[in-house]
């Protein structure tokens, strides 16, 4: 049994949050999503949330943590899908967020502390002529430590893939709960050990992260009558060189009637792109969208009004829109590795599972992602879905399970196991989400 009066005593001047209320608050991410996780984490919680503002103080939380053997859960903004910062047995909550200095940026590099928001940092890149390569659509509050332990991709992934891709992060460094904890750093390739791990093995305290040139950018609506074309546009789009973009986003009618704000834009009946196009490249779009049949329904270059922020009606925001009109509706996450399956889900689920595709960058190659929603009935009926794809050759990375190696990586990461071995000895992170320690 922990001795919390104890533990508060030995933190000393670290910020504490002992509320109740504010602590189920910080326990808990975006995991209802998934009707799946509701069931399974609706009453989690941590004992003790803390929030340091120095590497010092996340050494002396660790050390703490080790003597008293306590449950350790990181959190950055909690806008996870997966429970991935929901503790299943208690302790503490280790909140990120204040740990947010951007030391410097510097030919397109940046090193930052680990709970930087995204925004803070894009702003800033700005200033320099320089933007971060990949940022998800919750950008605005998710931090970058965040990102690395528990998300993937996004606006910015068709030209720089994933975050597990090679280069796209260059250095981290981590606190370790070992017996003696200490701080070592990650170098190139040694960063896939703490790459979307959850959590489990190692806290990161700074990150250098290789940045993108900026560009003046403009999001774009276009319409079309026959969702297929709308694809092929999204893929020919995708592999057009000469035309700059960095989101290539494609939604099956019906899912244009959630986006309320955006009503003025989408016909009745018609499936639509969103598109974030460079300023020079709107001629070539102009084209495109020309050969495909499409139509440009919201063209910020011609309007006077304030332009319209798109991305915060793509990637898992799609699914955030349509859950707040109908929130029996959850979603899959899929690599379709060609249209034509894309094509045969289409006619084989009809609406029971409507597509959205986020075009992205896999080995070099441009493919249509998918963040489909659907009609949620029940589990069987889920996986029954999830199955018909897997046949078909797609790859499901199951977001209805906190479980590391359920989800997208399907398999235990050997290094990482390896690495956790190491800097976690006695399991207190992130306890229950690495399958292979479990074992
Ligand atoms: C509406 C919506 C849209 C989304 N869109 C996208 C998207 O486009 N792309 C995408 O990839 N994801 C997306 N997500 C998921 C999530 O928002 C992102 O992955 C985001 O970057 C997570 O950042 P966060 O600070 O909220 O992390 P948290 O949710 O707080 O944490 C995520 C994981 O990382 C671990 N972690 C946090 N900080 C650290 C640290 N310093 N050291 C070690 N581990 C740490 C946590 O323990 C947890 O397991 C979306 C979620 C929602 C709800």
């Known amino acids: 049994m922990i001795n919390y009066k104890i533990v508060q ?36 919680t941590g004992d003790l949330v803390l929030q340091p503002t120095s590497e010092d103080e996340i050494l002396h939380i660790a050390k703490i943590c080790v003597k008293h053997q306590i449950p350790i859960t990181i959190r950055g903004a909690g806008t996870g899908n997966y429970g991935q910062c929901i503790p299943l047995n208690g302790g503490i909550i280790l909140d990120m967020t204040e740990m947010n200095k951007i030391q410097w940026i510097k030919s397109g590099i940046a090193r930052v502390e680990a709970g930087v928001k995204m925004s803070i940092l894009e702003r800033e890149a700005n200033k320099q002529g320089w933007e971060l390569r990949m940022i998800p659509s919750t950008y605005k509050i998710a931090t970058l430590g965040g990102f690395i332990g528990g998300g993937s991709g996004g606006i910015g992934s068709i030209n720089y893939g994933q975050l597990r891709d090679r280069g796209n992060v260059h250095k981290v460094k981590v606190v370790t709960l070992e017996k003696e904890p200490r701080i070592i750093e990650l170098i190139g390739d040694e960063t896939q050990q703490i790459n979307h791990a959850y959590g489990t093995n190692g806290i990161i305290t700074e990150i250098e992260i290789p940045l993108a040139p900026a560009y003046n950018w403009s999001d774009f609506i276009v319409v079309f009558d026959d969702f297929m074309n709308a694809v092929k546009f999204g893929q020919v789009l995708s592999d057009s060189d000469g035309i700059i973009k960095k989101l290539v986003s494609i939604h099956a009618y019906p899912i244009p009637n959630y986006f309320l704000a955006l009503k003025p834009y989408l016909p009745q009946g018609k499936s639509c792109a969103f598109l974030t196009i460079a300023d020079n490249s709107f001629l070539p779009l102009q084209e495109l969208v020309k050969e495909f049949r499409g139509e440009i329904t919201y063209n910020p270059q011609d309007k006077q009004e304030k332009p319209l922020q798109l991305i915060e009606f793509t990637w898992n925001h799609t699914t955030f829109h349509a859950r707040n009109i109908d929130p029996n509706l959850t979603y899959l996450q899929t690599f379709f590795w060609n249209l034509e399956q894309v094509e045969k889900m289409y006619k084989h689920f009809g609406d029971e599972v409507m597509i959205h595709l986020e075009f992205l960058r896999v080995g070099g ?18 996986n029954e879905i999830i199955k018909y794809h897997e046949d078909n050759g797609a790859n499901i990375a199951n977001p209805h399970t906190y479980i590391l190696e359920d989800g997208g990586r399907k398999k235990v990461e050997p290094e990482q196991l390896k690495f956790k071995r190491m800097v976690d000895p006695f399991g207190l992170m992130n306890q229950g989400k690495m399958r292979a320690w479990n074992q």
């Open 9 to 44: 005593e030995e933190l000393g001047n670290i910020k504490q949050i002992t509320e109740e209320e504010k602590i189920k608050k910080l326990s808990q991410d975006y995991y209802y999503f998934s009707p799946i996780l509701s069931e399974k984490l609706a009453d989690k």
């Open 365 to 382: 190659k441009a493919i249509p992602a998918g963040l489909q929603l659907v009609k949620f009935t029940s589990e069987k009926r889920l």
